[in-house]
Each structure stands twice: as structure tokens, then as C-alpha cells.
């Protein structure tokens, strides 16, 4: 997996991401909405809300009820995934619903709810990571207020290797997966999750490299918002001559 | 301490100031630094930080004007949407002017489902849906004219500083213009063509919002597009 001059099956460095491309406001019928591409990795984020609770009953009174929708569609991998929601789709819509909760002020906006759907176009592995980024875009896009962005990296280990931003075959051959979602301005961290198995001191290790692959992406993050308003800027300006 | 200049762009999450200052619109303070909550331009004053954010959503507030639309209509009253995340309610008491009989009234003959009315706010807080009223003059159904729709964070830029966009628009295009705090504005002019050309001002305001000279760019456009079907 790791060949002799220090290089992972992409042919990337231990401690490169693969390559980045964000867009914000890609949907016109969603609040708000993102696209990411990392590595091979394709992954769509819309946001609807805040809005009304449906059904009325799941409403809570003193904060926002905000929901998760991680999908992947059928043709996202080799073999045909059924659309059905999966127990793993169930579960990583727990837990990037989870990551991204701490991040809104939710008490805000009491007796409404907050939709985020991801719709996982073509996986590579990470898409968890992928996913969690492309939703607090989405979120920001929509003009939901937020504490701070959420930034997802894995880091994990190969061959013996800690590495950064596993790809698919990585992740299946590989020792172990570390995925950590993190709020850079804020400093904390909003997810955590290991598979396979890592000594203390190499836990440490990947954990300090996901959250070095956090803060390089959510410089992406940023320039992917900014381009938003630049974009109307040049058009304004383009007018003008 | 400000770590930003003026009129940049700014993330939520960003570090806006440190020390004594007051958290503004769209924005949050812990201990003694604010941060941005919203995606949009940072705007430094004497004792507060704010963000002129690009996009929101409409909050209700008491004593905003809004255009709303009829959604349902119940014994006592009307459910009326009125563009934000809370559904608001017309009761009768509030929309006619003789006493209200539940027997004897039809309520779907003053208001019905599709209808549009400009109201006034009258309560809301964190428990209750917003409650409307129809009763003050200039406020009820409304007849004739057009509706445009735009993001509720563009609403102080149409109207301008100290009404000065709103007042050029209406001379301008020789339309009635009304404004609902949500985002939704009335136009109704002599003619469609007259109101064509208000909406395309509009809509340009909207898209434009973040720059500077505006008024006079939009003043330039609506005289030129007159000048043009004369």
C-alpha cells in the first residue's frame, strides 16, 4: 500500500489531501446548498429551513429540531447500492446530525426544524468527512447562524504509515481510520470515531494530522463562501463597463 | 481590536473584535471577543460590530408591516403565511370592524385561501405564533398590483438610507411601492409596463446590493429603459 519511495496508492505523500473543489449555492430550490469533490469523492449538501416542524408532534419548544439525511445514490459505487436507507446511512446521519449540531444556535429559532440532506453522488471513502464539510457550507449558505464552520479529515493508519485523507482502498486495507470533525475558530471538536486499532501514541499522531487536514480544508471552506459574494461583485462590475 | 478592515467578507466563526464592544446584528459575543454568525460584510462602528449578512430568512418582529398570504381559514380567524418559519394568525376581531358573530359570519367572504393582505405585527415572542392585524389604515386585502420577491436581507437596501432608494424608485417609475419587512413588495403602477420596469429595479437592487452607488446606477437604468419605449 505504501511503495518504496514513501508513496500511498495515489500516489500521494502520507501527509497530503487529495485534491479540493467546493462551490456554494449550487441548488436554486434549497435554502441553501454546497457541492465538494475530494479525491473522487462527489457529494451534494441542501438545507431547507428554518421551517416548519412536519409532523407537528417532533417540534421541541424551547429550540430547533434539526435533521439528517446522509444517502448515497445507487450508481455512488461499484456494485449497485439499493436506495433504501441502509444501517449504515442511519448511522452516519446520526452522527453527522451530531457533529454539526454544536455548531448552530439552534435555541434560536424554537418549534421549527432544520433539514440538511447529503446526497452522496460517487464515494471514495471519507465520505462521512466529505459530507459533514458540504453540510455546514450548505448551512452557512442558507443563512443559518452559526458558533462556527465544522471541517471534517480523516487521518488512519497504512502499512504502518499514519496517514491523511484515506481513500477508499485505504480504508479497507488499512489498520485503522481515525475521522474527526472539528470547529477551527472554536477549537473544539464536534466528532471523534476510530476503527481498527492504534497504539496510544499513534492515536495522538493521527489525531493531531486529521485536525491539520481540517484546518487546510476549511481554508477551502472559506474561499468556496467568499466566492459567493465575488462572483455577484464581478458580474456587478462587468455591468459597469 | 479589530481583525478585519470595513466592508470585508467575513465567515461564521470569524474572529470579528476583541474588547469593549457591543455584538451587532449577526453576530455573538463570548467573554470579550465577537465573532461573526453569518456569512456577509463586517461593518466596524464606534461601540458595535456587526455583519450585513448576504442571505436570510425573516424573523418576525412586533410592529414589522409584512405581506402575507392566506393559508387556511379556521371558525375564529385566518392562518397566514407570511414568508418566515413561523405561520401567522388574523383573527376575525382583528380584520373587521363590526363585532364578530360565529354563527351568523362567513368568514371566507372577507378573506379566503389565496388571498393577499398587508398586516402589521402585533405580538410574538419564543412561545406564540406571530399575530397579525389588518385593522390601522393602509393596512387589509390587497386588490391590484404586482409581487416581488427577495431575500429579507436586501429589505433595508431597497428602502435605503433614510428612505432615499424607496422615494427615487416611486418617482421614478410612478408606482406604489410597498414594502413587507419579509421580503415580499407590492407594486402597482398606471400601467404594467410601468410596473415591469419597478420590478426590474428591484430585482437589480437585490442582485447589487453590496455596492456602492447604487442609487444613482439604478436612477441612470430606469431613466434610460423610459427613454427607450418612449
Given at each position: 500500500?505504501?511503495?518504496?519511495?514513501?508513496?500511498?496508492?495515489?500516489?500521494?505523500?502520507?501527509?497530503?489531501?487529495?485534491?479540493?473543489?467546493?462551490?456554494?449555492?449550487?441548488?436554486?430550490?434549497?435554502?441553501?446548498?454546497?457541492?465538494?469533490?475530494?479525491?473522487?469523492?462527489?457529494?451534494?449538501?441542501?438545507?431547507?429551513?428554518?421551517?416548519?416542524?412536519?409532523?407537528?408532534?417532533?417540534?421541541?419548544?424551547?429550540?430547533?429540531?434539526?435533521?439528517?439525511?446522509?444517502?448515497?445514490?445507487?450508481?455512488?459505487?461499484?456494485?449497485?447500492?439499493?436506495?433504501?436507507?441502509?444501517?449504515?446511512?442511519?448511522?452516519?446521519?446520526?452522527?453527522?446530525?451530531?457533529?454539526?449540531?454544536?455548531?448552530?444556535?439552534?435555541?434560536?429559532?424554537?418549534?421549527?426544524?432544520?433539514?440538511?440532506?447529503?446526497?452522496?453522488?460517487?464515494?471514495?471513502?471519507?465520505?462521512?468527512?466529505?459530507?459533514?464539510?458540504?453540510?455546514?457550507?450548505?448551512?452557512?449558505?442558507?443563512?443559518?447562524?452559526?458558533?462556527?464552520?465544522?471541517?471534517?479529515?480523516?487521518?488512519?493508519?497504512?502499512?504502518?504509515?499514519?496517514?491523511?485523507?484515506?481513500?477508499?482502498?485505504?480504508?479497507?486495507?488499512?489498520?485503522?481510520?481515525?475521522?474527526?470533525?472539528?470547529?477551527?475558530?472554536?477549537?473544539?471538536?464536534?466528532?471523534?470515531?476510530?476503527?481498527?486499532?492504534?497504539?496510544?501514541?499513534?492515536?495522538?499522531?493521527?489525531?493531531?494530522?486529521?485536525?491539520d487536514g481540517c484546518k487546510q480544508i476549511y481554508?477551502?471552506?472559506?474561499?468556496?463562501?467568499?466566492?459567493?459574494?465575488?462572483?455577484?461583485?464581478?458580474?456587478?462590475?462587468?455591468?459597469?463597463? | 481590536?479589530?481583525?478585519?478592515?470595513?466592508?470585508?467578507?467575513?465567515?461564521?466563526?470569524?474572529?470579528?473584535?476583541?474588547?469593549?464592544?457591543?455584538?451587532?446584528?449577526?453576530?455573538?459575543?463570548?467573554?470579550?471577543?465577537?465573532?461573526?454568525?453569518?456569512?456577509?460584510?463586517?461593518?466596524?462602528?464606534?461601540?458595535?460590530?456587526?455583519?450585513?449578512?448576504?442571505?436570510?430568512?425573516?424573523?418576525?418582529?412586533?410592529?414589522?408591516?409584512?405581506?402575507?398570504?392566506?393559508?387556511?381559514?379556521?371558525?375564529?380567524?385566518?392562518?397566514?403565511?407570511?414568508?418566515?418559519?413561523?405561520?401567522?394568525?388574523?383573527?376575525?376581531?382583528?380584520?373587521?370592524?363590526?363585532?364578530?358573530?360565529?354563527?351568523?359570519?362567513?368568514?371566507?367572504?372577507?378573506?379566503?385561501?389565496?388571498?393577499?393582505?398587508?398586516?402589521?405585527?402585533?405580538?410574538?415572542?419564543?412561545?406564540?405564533?406571530?399575530?397579525?392585524?389588518?385593522?390601522?389604515?393602509?393596512l387589509g386585502k390587497i386588490t391590484q398590483g404586482?409581487?416581488?420577491?427577495?431575500?429579507?436581507?436586501?429589505?433595508?437596501?431597497?428602502?435605503g438610507r433614510k428612505a432615499s432608494m424607496i422615494?427615487?424608485?416611486?418617482?421614478?417609475?410612478?408606482?406604489?411601492?410597498?414594502?413587507?419587512?419579509?421580503?415580499?413588495?407590492?407594486?402597482?403602477?398606471?400601467?404594467?409596463?410601468?410596473?415591469?420596469?419597478?420590478?426590474?429595479?428591484?430585482?437589480?437592487?437585490?442582485?447589487?446590493?453590496?455596492?456602492?452607488?447604487?442609487?444613482?446606477?439604478?436612477?441612470?437604468?430606469?431613466?434610460?429603459?423610459?427613454?427607450?419605449?418612449?
Amino acid at each position: 500500500m505504501i511503495n518504496e519511495n514513501g508513496l500511498r496508492v495515489d500516489g500521494r505523500k502520507p501527509n497530503e489531501l487529495r485534491l479540493i473543489k467546493m462551490e456554494v449555492g449550487v441548488l436554486s430550490n434549497a435554502d441553501g446548498s454546497a457541492y465538494i469533490e475530494q479525491g473522487k469523492n462527489k457529494i451534494l449538501a441542501a438545507v431547507y429551513g428554518p421551517r416548519e416542524v412536519h409532523p407537528r408532534h417532533l417540534a421541541l419548544p424551547d429550540r430547533a429540531l434539526l435533521r439528517c439525511r446522509y444517502h448515497m445514490a445507487p450508481f455512488s459505487v461499484e456494485e449497485r447500492k439499493s436506495p433504501a436507507p441502509s444501517r449504515r446511512e442511519i448511522e452516519l446521519s446520526k452522527v453527522i446530525k451530531e457533529a454539526l449540531e454544536p455548531a448552530i444556535f439552534l435555541e434560536k429559532f424554537p418549534r421549527t426544524s432544520i433539514d440538511i440532506f447529503i446526497e452522496v453522488l460517487q464515494a471514495d471513502g471519507g465520505t462521512r468527512c466529505a459530507g459533514t464539510t458540504v453540510a455546514a457550507l450548505a448551512l452557512a449558505d442558507a443563512g443559518v447562524p452559526m458558533r462556527d464552520l465544522v471541517v471534517a479529515c480523516a487521518a488512519g493508519k497504512v502499512d504502518g504509515v499514519i496517514v491523511l485523507d484515506l481513500n477508499d482502498i485505504e480504508d479497507k486495507e488499512g489498520e485503522a481510520d481515525v475521522p474527526v470533525a472539528y470547529m477551527p475558530n472554536l477549537g473544539l471538536i464536534s466528532l471523534l470515531q476510530m476503527d481498527g486499532s492504534l497504539t496510544i501514541e499513534e492515536f495522538n499522531q493521527s489525531l493531531n494530522l486529521a485536525m491539520d487536514g481540517c484546518k487546510q480544508i476549511y481554508k477551502f471552506q472559506k474561499e468556496a463562501l467568499k466566492a459567493r459574494y465575488v462572483t455577484i461583485k464581478e458580474e456587478v462590475e462587468e455591468c459597469l463597463r | 481590536m479589530f481583525f478585519f478592515e470595513n466592508r470585508q467578507v467575513v465567515t461564521p466563526g470569524d474572529l470579528l473584535a476583541e474588547g469593549d464592544y457591543v455584538a451587532g446584528n449577526n453576530t455573538y459575543k463570548d467573554e470579550s471577543r465577537i465573532y461573526a454568525s453569518r456569512l456577509g460584510l463586517v461593518e466596524y462602528g464606534e461601540k458595535v460590530v456587526q455583519v450585513v449578512a448576504l442571505n436570510t430568512f425573516y424573523i418576525p418582529s412586533v410592529g414589522d408591516q409584512v405581506i402575507g398570504k392566506i393559508e387556511d381559514v379556521n371558525i375564529n380567524g385566518w392562518v397566514v403565511n407570511i414568508n418566515s418559519p413561523y405561520k401567522a394568525a388574523l383573527r376575525a376581531s382583528e380584520a373587521l370592524n363590526k363585532p364578530f358573530r360565529q354563527q351568523k359570519d362567513d368568514l371566507t367572504r372577507f378573506l379566503d385561501v389565496g388571498d393577499l393582505i398587508f398586516a402589521k405585527i402585533i405580538s410574538f415572542d419564543r412561545t406564540i405564533d406571530p399575530v397579525l392585524t389588518i385593522k390601522e389604515p393602509g393596512l387589509g386585502k390587497i386588490t391590484q398590483g404586482q409581487i416581488v420577491k427577495v431575500s429579507p436581507a436586501k429589505i433595508p437596501r431597497i428602502i435605503g438610507r433614510k428612505a432615499s432608494m424607496i422615494n427615487m424608485l416611486k418617482k421614478e417609475t410612478e408606482c406604489k411601492i410597498t414594502v413587507g419587512q419579509n421580503g415580499i413588495i407590492l407594486i402597482s403602477g398606471p400601467s404594467p409596463e410601468h410596473e415591469r420596469l419597478a420590478i426590474m429595479a428591484i430585482e437589480k437592487i437585490a442582485q447589487e446590493a453590496h455596492t456602492s452607488g447604487l442609487t444613482d446606477r439604478i436612477t441612470e437604468m430606469i431613466r434610460k429603459e423610459k427613454g427607450e419605449k418612449k
